[in-house]
């Protein structure tokens, strides 16, 4: 057994209480679906990062805000059982989602309200940041991702796009979607560049591109059961990558343990049932 500690992980982002439902195939326009097993979950990108981190790294904070609702109590419950230290501040209403979850495993989300994110008024211990071997960036203003680059290492999500851009700051890798346009990271798109671009492709895996000019592509791991839902794929390869950077990993072993992560979550209805864990051989 390793007798090197767990890297100190945290993220800054958003959390939704998501409403799940099974449907053989996502209706088209005018039609009516009738759901099979439904149920309910704090998730989204921050939440789902969070607790794939605190499986990997034994805890994990997570700079969020919650709403003042009976919603948002409920989140900050489910997530501290799930392992995560939540820092949150609590204003407005819980944001919610809808994700249909169709016969092939593919979901489809709509989310219900603003994205609640952390902002440099929100009254959060953000000095801890700087404690953190790595943080990843989901969401939040650019003055948080500044207070979040003083820790040793910085990944982020291209959906934070246009925070990345205004915070200007650099980055030890940025992971979007080849296929997802929401994710796609044009080229030259943030000054300073990242040291890294990382790149998914569902189930063709991926590719990587460096500042120093190396690139390359990863397979896409052999999910350990059936795949049953894709909800949290994502947001898991990304954790990952991220605990593997703080770990002092090679860019190629982190996105391979990325990989790993992605192709487990694939394989647990919702995000949190099949996560890989510390137990797995990592």
Do not use: N
Request: aromatic share 4%.
């Amino acid at each position: 057994m390793s007798t090197v500690p767990a890297p100190t992980v945290a993220v800054v982002g958003h959390v939704e209480w998501v409403e799940f439902a099974t449907v053989d195939r996502v209706p088209a326009a005018g039609e009516i679906a009738h759901a099979g097993p439904a149920w309910g979950v704090a998730a989204g990108g921050g939440a789902v990062a969070a607790v794939q981190l605190a499986r990997l790294a034994g805890t994990a904070r997570l700079f969020t805000v919650l709403g003042e609702d009976r919603l948002g109590q409920r989140c900050l419950d489910e997530l501290t059982e799930l392992g995560v230290e939540v820092c949150a501040a609590r204003r407005g209403v819980q944001r919610r989602a809808l994700t249909l979850v169709d016969a092939a495993g593919e979901r489809t989300i709509t989310t219900l309200g603003p994205k609640l994110a952390p902002g440099p008024a929100d009254d959060l211990p953000w000095d801890l940041l700087a404690r953190c071997d790595a943080v990843f960036f989901v969401a939040g203003a650019p003055e948080v991702l500044r207070a979040a680059r003083m820790a040793r290492r910085v990944t982020a999500t291209t959906r934070a796009l246009s925070t990345l851009e205004a915070a200007r700051v650099g980055l030890d890798a940025v992971i979007g979607s080849g296929r997802d346009p929401a994710e796609r990271y044009p080229a030259r798109a943030l000054d300073p560049a990242p040291a890294a671009v990382i790149r998914t492709d569902g189930a063709r895996g991926g590719s990587y591109e460096t500042a120093d000019g190396r690139s390359g592509a990863w397979p896409a791991a052999r999910p350990p059961g059936k795949p049953i839902d894709s909800y949290g794929c994502g947001d898991s390869f990304a954790a990952g990558v991220t605990f593997g950077v703080a770990r002092g990993e090679e860019l190629e072993a982190a996105i391979s343990l990325g990989a790993r992560c992605g192709a487990a979550c694939l394989t647990g209805r919702g995000p949190y049932a099949a996560q890989l864990g510390a137990a797995d051989d990592l």
